[in-house]
């Protein structure tokens, strides 16, 4: 017997349509799957599965941030503070205007 899941799923789907970097949507699954295992994400928990550069970590937080998915954080990143995202709905895409053919 397989035991269920308690806690729901927190990766939304919706990430692959946002076209973000590579970078920035591994970092996103990254936390979605802390978050899944109820864990409080930190860039240095990150960092310990991460393959690229630390740059390309950094680079990937910005960009998530400037997407509005994951919450600004205290830059220079403190790398054992707990990272949130955002709801969908706070996602800069849902926020601009449709565009008009």
Same mark, same amino acid.
């Given at each position: 017997m397989n035991p269920m899941r308690s806690n729901p799923m927190n990766l939304d789907r919706m990430i692959f349509e946002f076209n973000a970097s590579v970078y920035a949507t591994s970092l996103y699954i990254l936390i979605c799957s802390h978050?899944? +295992? *109820? /864990?409080? @994400?930190?860039? /240095? $928990?990150? %960092? *310990?599965?991460? &393959? *690229?550069? /630390? /740059?390309?970590?950094? $680079?990937?937080?910005? +960009?998530?941030?400037?997407? *509005?998915? !994951? $919450?600004?954080? &205290?830059?220079?990143?403190?790398? &054992? %503070? @707990? !990272?949130? !995202?955002?709801?969908r709905e706070r996602w800069a895409w849902c926020k601009r205007p449709a565009l008009v053919s």
């Open positions: 978050l899944d +295992e *109820g /864990e409080r @994400p930190t860039l /240095e $928990q990150a %960092r *310990g599965v991460w &393959n *690229g550069t /630390e /740059e390309s970590l950094v $680079q990937a937080a910005h +960009e998530l941030i400037d997407l *509005g998915i !994951l $919450q600004p954080m &205290n830059i220079p990143f403190d790398n &054992n %503070r @707990p !990272l949130y !995202l955002n709801p």
